[in-house]
T-cell receptor, first 111, second 111 residues
């Protein structure tokens, strides 16, 4: 299994749709997880941190299943401005802060 | 809101030349990182830096690369003799409370 694996998409959805992205990770010792958003040719921006079973922030919900080593990101009521690449990010267990990035899932929200 | 800054935004250099990429992390952050992203590929860890020393480096970070924190604000990445394959976006990040914040990046083009 790859360290962090995501479906690259693209996901093309209409405005207002609900969309979910999945991510699997290989290191069972990982304790924290992150979703970053990256716009084209820009830096990754932290969207959500996940430390326990899940986290919710407005239209965004992240869920963690440790047994299956699986994280998901759900976006409700998609906006045009949600169009971006969503990166699943997992720290290594080396305690040096090193982050392992997935390849990203591209979302295109259409009017 | 405090943010990580990077200069220059774009650097063009000839193969074999030295380049220095500069970063100003968020003040009061203590952990610093460099990542790179080759066009169309995922973000890759290069090096982590804490307490004026490298805490972890990747296989990419060979002896052509070095990092320095020459004063209380700047954090630099030097590539001694650039190769064509060093062309990429280089992101600096700083960390607080287990969350990393990325600068806007320097696009390095090696000709």
């Amino acid at each position: 299994r790859k360290e962090v694996e995501q479906d690259p998409g693209p996901f093309n959805v209409p405005e207002g749709a609900t969309v979910a992205f999945n991510c699997t990770y290989s290191n069972s010792a990982s304790q924290s997880f992150f979703w970053y958003r990256q716009d084209c040719r820009k830096e990754p921006k932290l969207l959500m941190s996940v430390y326990s079973s899940g986290n919710e922030d407005g239209r965004f919900t992240a869920q963690l299943n440790r047994a299956s080593q699986y994280i998901s990101l759900l976006i409700r009521d998609s906006k045009l401005s949600d169009s971006a690449t969503y990166l699943c990010v997992v720290p290594t267990s080396s305690n040096t802060g090193k982050l392992i990035f997935g390849q990203g899932t591209t979302l295109q929200v259409k009017p | 809101e405090p943010e990580v800054t990077q200069t220059p935004s774009h650097q063009v250099t000839q193969m074999g030349q030295e380049v220095i990429l500069r970063c100003v992390p968020i003040s009061n952050h203590l952990y610093f990182y460099w990542y790179r992203q080759i066009l169309g590929q995922k973000v890759e860890f290069l090096v982590s830096f804490y307490n004026n020393e490298i805490s972890e480096k990747s296989e990419i970070f060979d002896d052509q690369f070095s990092v320095e924190r020459p004063d209380g604000s700047n954090f630099t990445l030097k590539i001694r003799s650039t190769k064509l394959e060093d062309s990429a976006m280089y992101f600096c990040a700083s960390e607080a409370r287990n969350e990393q914040f990325f600068g806007p990046g320097t696009r390095l083009t090696v000709l």
